[in-house]
């Protein structure tokens, strides 16, 4: 028969043995198996006493209890009600073997941890539990339960009682630890070292002023102790190369004729002498209407112009 069972701390049995006429029956330290959905695991060490030995933390909710032992009314198992399950905290103790185990399996690695595996499982553990039955009022009906799990809060268990060996649940973290992780970044180097090249260094410049002449120093130096020429830099080659083009478009243009509009001649032609020719041809035009003096002022005023404009 499997009946629900109720606490020892539930106020109903308070009642019934303050009232003191119900039939009960008790039983203590009754051997079982308790069914544990364990929540939580996780390492603890013990203090020094002890050389920091670890141990594992275990923590749930009892769902279940199964007696090793025939109980009175035919009761076989007490599972608890939905919302209703006693915590229960636990402590696991390695024993040497599996200490080492654990060491041989990356203990004293920095990715070492519990597996998520021992947790969310239901768990069997031995334990003794307290019994108060009371008898029915009728045949047909189920008889009352109240059950306490004993040292349900501080239970210790190893190997040896329980029939875990737990260390074997952990994966061996050593050999995760010996696989390189491969690192994209590229290596460092050291500002000190010669495979820095900057793209826009100087080459001789920076073979001179650098160390002057010392370990790092860059300048070339022949078998007879003559200073060999230092290679171009890459911003020294760009130049020249614009320099050259520059010097070639020069030489197609023609003198007084082509100019190129970026440059301080091309301003010149392009923007100041129109507006200085209309300004006067607007004063010439103003001199003819005032005689001749006007006229020779504008004819003056014309060579002058034409002087002026002249930017041969």
Not at 256 to 274: C, F, K, N
């Amino acid at each position: 028969m499997k009946i629900a069972p109720l606490k020892l701390t539930d106020p109903w049995l308070h009642r019934l043995a303050r009232d003191g006429e119900a039939d009960t029956e008790t039983l203590s330290a009754v051997p079982c198996e308790i069914s544990v959905r364990m929540e939580t695991v996780s390492v603890l060490h013990h203090g020094i006493d002890q050389n920091h030995r670890p141990y594992l933390h275990l923590s749930g909710q009892i769902v279940q209890i199964q007696p090793d032992v025939a109980l009175p009314y035919g009761i076989t198992a007490l599972p608890f009600r939905s919302g209703s399950e006693p915590t229960f905290d636990a402590f696991y103790e390695f024993d040497t073997e599996q200490l080492l185990e654990l060491v041989r399996k990356g203990y004293f690695g920095s990715r070492f941890q519990v597996p998520e595996s021992m947790t969310g499982l239901v768990w069997e553990l031995p334990a003794e539990v307290d019994f108060l039955l009371v008898a029915p009022e009728r045949m047909q009906q189920p008889p009352l339960a109240f059950v306490g799990v004993r040292n349900q809060n501080n239970t210790e268990f190893d190997e040896g009682n329980s029939g875990y060996t737990l260390a074997e649940y952990f994966p061996d973290y050593s050999v995760e630890d010996s696989v390189p992780v491969a690192d994209d970044r590229r290596p460092a180097v050291s500002q000190r070292s010669d495979q820095i090249e900057d793209l826009f260094a100087d080459e001789e410049f920076d073979a001179v002023h650098r160390g002057h002449g010392g370990p790092s120093a860059r300048v070339p130096v022949s078998v007879g102790g003559a200073r060999e020429e230092v290679p171009q830099g890459v911003f020294d080659r760009v130049l020249q190369g614009v320099e050259t083009e520059r010097r070639a478009a020069e030489s197609t243009m023609r003198p007084g004729v082509d100019y190129a509009e970026d440059t301080p001649e091309g301003l010149l032609r392009s923007r100041i002498q129109p507006g200085v020719a209309a300004a006067l041809s607007d004063a010439a035009a103003r001199g003819s209407g005032s005689g001749g003096r006007g006229a020779e002022s504008a004819n003056g005023g014309d060579t002058d112009a034409g002087d002026f404009l002249d930017l041969d």
